[in-house]
């Protein structure tokens, strides 16, 4: 498996100013994204879901260089992408690619869905104004649009319609690697089906690797190979998806998982429910030691004292919680 | 079990300068005390028009065209202004998905809740009010209920709003609750603890409640049974065993079949082709046609009656005509 993108101790801080009760402004930090680390694989959906303002789009913007990191490392195919100023970002650009959750606020309503899709060729010289027409015509048609769509405006389109025209500016500049910030929270059940099969699809036929970002667990867990789980700016946990539904390890993994209703009476009502208590904690101070303690059914002193490190306790299984620091330490001894 | 609330063949429509559009359309079901109805539904269904016709709420340009709410046996329907206000709030209240619609930016949560107090039940001192708000407060699981009643809305998480205007509405010992969807705006965790209140209200108080929703695992949580909205009718209805595991509306089959589940790997995902026709053009025939793959052509040509598919089961569907065979 050959890595695309490495993230090593990614930190994206806010400065946040404050009006101070006796001393004029006081500056605080947001730790919007704090210490992550993981890979992503050529050609594989890495899925990441957690509560809102858990830092899940703010990762993916630092990502894109949309952000300046803070600290920590970006590493796109081998090359370290973490210092490089807007100019020299430029031939990455193409590469990587961002679909956004509102459809709507990303597309120019004044501009053609033809203008909107040949703008992300812009930097294609290579390509004659003729192929450029042809190619808006082989995108629409690949995410399921047809050619009469290519003269109308973005209002003229149902919300999966925007999405996919979305979809089709994306892939204009030929991008190896897509962020999807909420692709489908926007949209209606029965579309949010339309949209994640035509991802799939299009992984498929031009092997392309996402960001899949959302805070339905359903459907992350459909669509990714793996997934991980932030909370408070930290990744908690990260495994297959299926290992991850199977055995999840860290207790805030289990809880998330139990409080997604499933569509089935019966297994809903039989279902034992853990239900956490209370709401996540502001991030400007977030709880010391593990930040997950002041919910946690199971935490300790240590857990309020000291933050667990983020490690693979099983092959491929990564958590951070004390409870498997026994785990822990025999693969280290071994 | 006495019914609390019978509509029959409700039909609100909104009046445009590009025509009528039939957002409700010949609705009818019955409710009992502690009874929970889901209604689901993509959106634009008329799953907010119904509830607010119910509420005697529609929007300006809307009016309810047809039918009757009995509302524990008297027709709400056309009743004035000043009696529906007196029902509203006390013996029917309504909860959103936004808190701020009913919840006042300016006055503290604990003045807010015994303006309302006020108003309904003039007999009650200063003393008892201030009891049954802290109460109530204590009910939906707000802790130091005492300190959050002094804060004002902004100061409170989404969570905490939505706990805070569910009380807001049990103030007054309503016999019937209609929530719209009030978890859609969060998170699961959240969502999982209101849910896990609506139950308890529903036990303790026999509260009748109209949960509507796009979410058919919260559906499966907690109702007892549920109605299938399109384009402003009710296409299928059943006890809520029933509609999951014998439903027989394919809009029904579609919307189960296109969702991903945490509790099955590898259920392909099996989209609904094609979105909702537009309510302003008149349909001929049954509104889900176009993206039916077991239409036939009867169906574009009529729109299908009402056919019972079991006890208490309804179904919009041709396929269900007595006389209907499956290799035609
Ligand atoms: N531009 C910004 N300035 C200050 N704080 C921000 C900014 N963007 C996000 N945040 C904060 O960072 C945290 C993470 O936000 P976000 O990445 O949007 O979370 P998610 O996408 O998981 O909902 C939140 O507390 C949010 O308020
Ligand atoms: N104030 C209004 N004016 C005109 N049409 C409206 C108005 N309110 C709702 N509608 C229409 O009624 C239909 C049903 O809407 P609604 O009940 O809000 O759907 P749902 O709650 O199922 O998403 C929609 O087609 C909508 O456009
Ligand atoms: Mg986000
Ligand atoms: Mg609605």
């Known amino acids: 498996m050959n890595t695309i993108l490495s993230v090593k101790n990614l930190k994206k801080y806010f400065p946040i100013k404050r009006e101070g009760k006796f001393f004029g402004v006081k500056h605080d930090v947001l730790k919007a994204v704090d210490d992550v680390s993981f890979d992503i694989y050529e ?30 490392k970006i590493i796109f195919k081998g090359d370290d992408i973490t210092e490089l100023d807007q100019k020299q970002l430029h031939p990455y650009r193409k590469d990587m690619h961002m679909i956004f959750q509102d459809p709507y606020a990303s597309l120019n309503p004044r501009m053609t869905v033809s203008e909107i899709i040949m703008e992300s060729m812009i930097n294609d010289t290579a390509l004659s104004a003729s192929q450029r027409k042809e190619k808006v015509l082989e995108l629409l048609d690949l995410v399921g649009l047809n050619s009469d769509h290519a003269t109308r405006f973005p209002h003229e389109f149902s919300g999966g319609q925007r999405q996919r025209v979305g979809i089709a500016r994306s892939l204009a500049a030929n991008p190896k690697f897509i962020v999807c910030d909420e692709p489908i929270s926007a949209l209606d059940v029965s579309i949010q089906a339309q949209v994640v099969n035509l991802l799939k699809d299009l992984q498929k036929r031009l092997g392309l690797t996402y960001l899949f970002i959302a805070h339905d667990l359903s459907m992350v867990q459909y669509i990714s190979d793996r997934v991980g789980v932030m909370y408070l ?12 539904y199977k055995s999840p390890l860290h207790p805030y993994t289990t809880a998330l998982m139990s409080a997604v209703p499933v569509p089935d009476p019966d297994k809903e009502r039989q279902k034992r429910r853990i239900i956490v208590e209370g709401e996540v904690p502001s991030p400007i101070n977030p709880p010391s030691g593990c930040a997950f303690n002041t919910r946690c059914p199971r935490a300790t002193d240590k857990c309020r004292g000291v933050a667990p490190s983020f490690t693979e306790v099983t092959p491929n299984h990564f958590v951070a919680c004390h409870l498997f620091d026994n785990e822990k330490k025999e693969e280290k001894i071994q | 079990m006495n019914n609390i609330l019978e509509v029959k063949e409700l039909s609100t429509s909104f009046f445009t300068k590009f025509g009528e559009i039939k957002a ?22 008329g799953k ?9 709420l529609v929007d300006t340009g809307g009016k309810i065209v047809n039918g009757q709410i009995l509302f524990n046996g008297k027709d709400v329907v056309g009743l004035k202004e000043k009696e529906m206000e007196k029902i509203r709030g006390s013996e029917i209240s309504m909860i959103f998905q936004d808190p701020m619609t009913c919840l006042n930016p300016v006055f503290t949560i604990g003045s807010q809740m015994e303006e309302s107090l006020k108003l309904h039940f003039k007999e009650m001192t200063k003393a008892q009010r201030h009891e049954k708000i802290i109460n ?42 209609i929530a719209d969807e009030p978890t859609t ?23 009748a409640i109209i949960l509507i929703t796009h979410d058919l695992g919260v559906v499966a949580s907690i109702a007892d049974k549920v109605m299938v909205m399109y384009c402003g009718e009710v296409v299928e209805s059943a006890e809520v065993r029933k509609l999951y595991y014998e439903s027989k509306h394919p809009y029904t089959w579609g919307l189960l079949k296109a969702l991903p589940r945490l509790d099955m790997k590898d259920n392909e995902l099996q989209p609904i082709p094609g979105s909702t026709p537009d309510l302003l053009l008149e349909h001929e025939g049954c509104n889900f046609f176009e993206r039916c793959e077991y239409a036939m052509e009867c169906c574009r040509k009529a729109k299908p009656p009402v056919f019972e598919a079991g006890e208490a089961h309804k179904v919009k569907c041709w396929r269900y005509h007595p006389d209907f065979k499956e290799d035609i």
């Open chain 2, 136 to 177: 109530m407060l204590d009910m939906v699981g707000i802790a130091n209920p005492e300190q959050r009643a002094k804060q004002y809305p902004h100061e409170l998480s989404g969570g905490m709003r939505q706990r805070v205007m569910i009380a807001m509405s049990l103030l007054c010992n309503p016999k019937l609750l």
């Open chain 1, 43 to 72: 050609g594989e959906t890495l899925g990441l879901v957690g509560e809102s303002g858990c830092g899940k789009t703010t990762l993916g913007r630092t990502i894109m260089r949309l952000y300046d990191p803070t600290g920590g």
């Open chain 2, 185 to 207: 705006a969060l998170d699961v965790t959240i969502q999982a603890q209101i849910i896990d209140l609506m139950r308890n209200i529903k036990e303790e108080f026999n509260t």
């Open chain 2, 24 to 45: 409700v359309d010949k609705i009818s079901f019955t409710l009992e005390e502690g009874e929970v109805i889901a209604i689901v539904g993509e959106s634009g269904s």
């Open chain 2, 48 to 56: 907010s028009v119904a509830s607010m016709s119910i509420m005697g």
């Open chain 1, 233 to 244: 700016g930290r990744m908690v946990e990260l495994a297959s998806s299926e290992e991850l």
